[in-house]
């Protein structure tokens, strides 16, 4: 991840109608896969710092009011093939990234996002797309300053999504034939979608947090990580 005084850049070759000069907030990422936790820290980290003095703004996977109904109809079919899920959620994230987070940050927030392209890398990659297509595909992207894994693996993962009561047909990966039930389909997805988030964080360097504790002592660390990355106090909003 790029160091916080460094100028924003793309990830690959980027929107060439938009100027990123200028950008003097912060872009923090948490990524992980399915009923990790993530909203409920980026709740927490938002309110920690908002505490602290600074502005901040939050978006996630899905939320574009362009995308987001259009999404969820199609997801409803359960009839979406690979590179049409893979288009819908880019135009997702573009759309997010031109008029929610590119502003906030020239307006000097601090962005929480809750998940980024690094999910549709993960995801794309199980159902068989092209790793350099999926690449070149959110390559507008912006670098952020850091990304939060929380890292969890299938056996706690089980616990907790059997708790919430029901296994969504995308999250379990049915659309793949994976298994014979939800459930063993649910297993096998997240375990291959959880291979592929370890190779990047690892070889991408992201901030790899122990998900399979206590909400609180996960906030403590993500707290300590991000610290690093945040604005003087002279350049708080």
Not at 66 to 82: D, F, Q, T, Y
Not at 87 to 105: H, M, Q, S, V
Not at 163 to 182: H, V
């Amino acid at each position: 991840m790029k160091a916080p005084d460094k100028l924003p850049r793309f990830l690959g070759r980027g929107l060439p109608y938009v100027d990123v000069s200028g950008l003097t907030g912060r872009l923090f990422v948490v990524e992980g896969t399915d009923g990790v936790g993530r909203s409920t820290q980026i709740e927490s980290l938002k309110d920690w710092l908002e505490l602290q003095g600074h502005a901040v703004v939050t978006t996630g996977w899905t939320r574009s009011p362009l995308m987001a109904g259009a999404i969820e109809e199609a997801k409803e079919g359960h009839s979406l093939n690979k590179t049409t899920f893979a288009l819908l959620y880019a135009c997702d994230f573009a759309d997010r990234l031109e008029n929610e987070i590119i502003p906030a940050l020239r307006a000097g927030m601090i962005v929480l996002a809750d998940r980024y392209c690094w999910t549709a890398f993960a995801r794309n990659g199980v159902r068989g797309v092209d790793e350099n297509w999926s690449r070149d595909l959110f390559g507008f992207a912006l670098e952020p300053d850091v990304v939060i894994y929380l890292r969890t693996d299938v056996e706690h993962l089980v616990r907790r999504v059997i708790a919430r009561g029901k296994l969504d047909y995308w999250e379990s990966g049915l659309d793949l034939n994976l298994g014979e039930d939800p459930y063993d389909s649910f297993v096998v997805y997240q375990e291959r979608l959880i291979e592929r988030y370890d190779q990047m964080a690892r070889a991408e360097h992201f901030e790899i947090i122990d998900a399979n504790r206590a909400i609180p002592e996960i906030q403590n660390e993500i707290r300590q990580r991000v610290t690093a990355y945040l604005p003087q106090p002279s350049a708080v909003v």
